[in-house]
């Protein structure tokens, strides 16, 4: 059973009372910038935001973005195990806040790609895309000689320093897929590309604390049948981006969550009967529409006003079926 979540800003403004107008009980907080030369919020910067969050009856649930893992963390590289001690560290401050969910991922070097932002869509609005003629496949000079088994070593290592302090502090680890889901970017491998991937993942640590942030435009990049994928995964689905893509890996558009490929009620009956009760569904890469200036794009607020209306009607269908 999914519940209705909305990234907000990291200060009160008027999304956060439109949150809770819409509906919404679960903020996911993705703080781009933190500065000062820190690398992640500390225990005080958690518990201030989620009590300014109280306020307006929303309930801080997730935390995705600026989580404190290194490229040599990823690629397995010394000093990682100091830095692993910070993201220890990082999951109990979580945890005594009342954080249930970290999502994360495990690109290296180029994270999330797009090569165009401008894509008119329906009635005028704009939406992203990717098209893998339009990068440089060249690695950077940190990175040459990194493999996918050092990603996959990397990744068991970490999992099994990390998921026994998650257990402890209560916190659940979604692991996002790469986006895109290419066996390479710009020269560097990437592991988490498919169906078959997570299955791997989850084999690495048997904990529940061990999952999935299901990303469905990336499983649908990927070739997943969306609905099997959902019912594969089951309680192991911690965190949903609720979002679909025409296309695959390697040339994809980001498409109106009403007007993709994917059967929208089909997953949306899916989370309500093989995930866990409670488990936050968000609104991803929505069209920027009227009168938004498309400055960030996949994320302005009248495409996401939208989504969610759109994800309540759903669940509601899903919910009488």
């Not at 991803?284 to 939208?306: C, I, K, Q, W």
Request: proline share 7%; glycine share 8%.
């Amino acid at each position: 059973m999914v519940q209705t979540a909305l990234i907000l800003p990291p200060e009160p403004d008027e999304r956060w009372h439109l949150a809770a107008q819409m509906g919404v009980s679960k903020a996911v907080i993705h703080p781009l910038e933190i500065g000062n030369g820190r690398t992640h919020w500390s225990r005080d910067d958690l518990l201030g935001l989620s009590n300014w969050l109280e306020e307006v009856d929303l309930e801080f649930s997730v935390l995705e973005g600026s989580v404190p893992i290194s490229d040599r963390v990823r690629l397995g590289r010394d000093g990682r195990d100091e830095d692993i001690e910070i993201f220890k560290q990082f999951l109990r401050d979580c945890g005594a806040v009342g954080i249930d969910t970290v999502c994360y991922d495990w690109m290296v070097g180029v994270r999330w790609a797009r090569t165009k932002a401008h894509v008119e869509s329906r009635g005028g609005s704009y939406v992203t895309a990717f098209d893998i003629d339009d990068t440089i496949d060249v690695a950077p000079n940190e990175t040459p000689d990194a493999t996918r088994e050092d990603l996959w070593e990397a990744l068991e290592y970490f999992l099994q320093e990390v998921v026994p302090v998650a257990e402890e502090a209560g916190v659940k680890l979604g692991l996002h897929p790469d986006d895109p889901p290419r066996p390479k970017l710009s020269g560097i491998p990437r592991i988490v590309t498919s169906v078959e991937a997570y299955d791997r993942l989850l084999e690495l640590h048997p904990s529940p604390h061990n999952g999935i942030t299901f990303c469905q435009g990336n499983f649908a990049a990927m070739g997943a049948d969306i609905p099997a994928a959902i019912e594969r995964f089951g309680d192991r689905v911690h965190f949903v981006h609720f979002r679909d893509v025409e296309g695959d890996a390697d040339r994809f558009v980001e498409t109106w969550h009403d007007e993709g490929p994917t059967d929208m009620l089909a997953a949306m009956r899916a989370y309500e009967r093989y995930v866990d009760d409670d488990v936050p569904i968000r609104p991803d890469h929505v069209p920027t529409m009227a009168g938004e200036d498309n400055s960030n794009p996949g994320y302005h607020t009248n495409g996401r006003l939208f989504a969610v209306g759109y994800m309540a009607g759903l669940l509601e269908a899903a919910r009488e079926s």
